[in-house]
């Protein structure tokens, strides 16, 4: 049995504390914030990640959790369908469903199955808990109040600016602007205030679990539903040429719905129509961080935004946190204090090259991946490489995060099983490897 410390309740963190405690681990979360404030948009779980979360006993009730039923392109300016496919086989072909969410519910469910009743010793999370150093070899984190927490190994999943990525690397991971969509404004509109004007009305019809994206050629927004088709999550994506705008990443900062109006006037009138109903715009910049070359350092490893920081484009970003939570509870099942730098070695082997071909391809949307060719197949087998959104698809969702960690374990620890109680019921099995 290990103690885990474990930086962060985000997704990340709260996933690898379900899956430690599902492994037989004493676990301790560290979160700097109160959890007092619901912040946050819409996300997508997909099948690679629901096949975990159902497994673990997810309520998808509880989670107000819609299923996605189609996916729609469409001109921004004309409305014209560029193409419209129908995603309800997506359980048969994966093994698991893919729904949308609200990240706060996503957040509150994952919480419950981390440190409520259930399998294994409840993980405690402790708040108001802001990390400011680490000692990789003889783990431990000093905190702002000047507490230190020792531990046999500790998970650093508190984000994108997190300090634990320095002590790894020996220096910083800066973010840069790339070409192309560098900015977003995110906001919800409750589904009711559409009904309400027949001008609008339209955008609510056949809408169950329909994710619908409007594009032109420098920019896109994407919009789906979310609690239980109560509240319409989007997302407005852009190039902005402002380089004061991009000095600091601030995910809470509020923009006037004029602008929004205005960058995206070009765009037909019924779209126009739709988000002017919005009632607060958030922005922020898009700024990509490399894929980086290790996430370990002797007993402290990366998780989640602190290990491959994404942008929104391929919608995998809450997907691979989960990813991450998994293969530690499945690397570190059965692990001594002495076996922890070898079993992160095989967390990194599982994880790295899959987030990091994730990471840059979520630089362009799934219509564009010839801009970033050259770039994935750094992370791709060499006779691999993803053109189409089916090929994203398959790649994305057809992967099955807890067979690749039994068999890199395997690898390793013939003999090795995963624990009887790990999970509550037997995942759906994806598709490879």
Known sequence: MLNVAIV????????????????GHLVHIYERSSFLTEVGAA????SNASRALLAWGFDMHRAKAITTKR?????????????DIPVEDVNERFGAPWFLTHRVDLHSELRRLATGEGEGTPAVLHLRAEAVAYTPE????QFADGTVVKADVVIVADGVHSAGVEVILGQTNPPHQREGYNFCYRFLIPARDIEADPETRFWNEEDDGRIKFYTASDKRIVSYPCRNNEVHNFVAIFQHDNPDLFKKEDWEASVAKSELLERFSDFHPRILAVINKAEEVKQYPLLFREPIATWRKGKLALAGDAAHPMLPLQGQGGAQAIEDGVALGIALAGASPDDVPSRLAIYEAIRKNRASVIQVYSNVGQDEAHRIQHEAAKYLPADQSLK?????QDYNMGYDVIRDSVQHLQEVVPSFRLPDKFFETEPGRGVYP
Not at 11 to 23: C, H, M, P, Q, V
Not at 76 to 81: A, D, K, P, V
Request: hydrophobic residues 50%.
């Open 388 to 392: 189409s959104i089916q090929e994203f």
């Open 138 to 141: 003889d783990p431990s984190v």
């Open 43 to 46: 996300i997508h779980v997909a």
């Open 8 to 23: 962060g309740g985000g997704i990340a963190g709260l996933s690898a504390a379900l899956a430690l405690r599902r492994a």
């Open 71 to 83: 996916s729609r392109r469409m001109s921004g300016l004309t409305l014209e369908i560029l193409h």
